[in-house]
């Protein structure tokens, strides 16, 4: 029976950053774009005596709680994202290690 790995091996020298990247460009998108300025955009174009979506969400000229808390989880995301950013900008190129195992004795395949 032959041996061989059911997928191919994986490539040494990969970059984690690009994950640090597409997954804070994700919650900014979210964040801010949706939940925040979708949100306070669709309440300051609302009429007076508000106004029903098709789906049967209810949206008035004020912002109610259900309003809040989405803004606050936007501004949240979002800050999260741009903190992801950064981290992605600032480490350091090449494979993502674990602090304190030593790597030295691996070789790769």
Do not use: C, K
């Not at 925040?36 to 969400?57: E, F, K, Q, T």
């Amino acid at each position: 029976m032959q041996e061989s790995p059911a997928t191919p091996p994986e490539d040494f020298g990969g970059d984690p950053r690009l994950g640090w990247e597409i997954a804070s460009g994700l919650l900014i998108f979210l964040g801010w774009g949706i939940a925040v300025v979708i949100n306070l955009l669709a309440h300051a174009l609302a009429p007076a005596d508000g106004m029903r979506l098709w789906w049967g969400i209810w949206i008035g000229p004020h912002l109610g709680g259900f309003a809040w808390i989405t803004l606050g989880i936007g501004v949240f995301t979002g800050t999260m994202g741009v903190i992801f950013l950064h981290l992605a900008r600032t480490s350091a190129r090449g494979p993502l290690v674990l602090p304190g195992y030593d790597y030295s004795s691996e070789q790769p395949p």
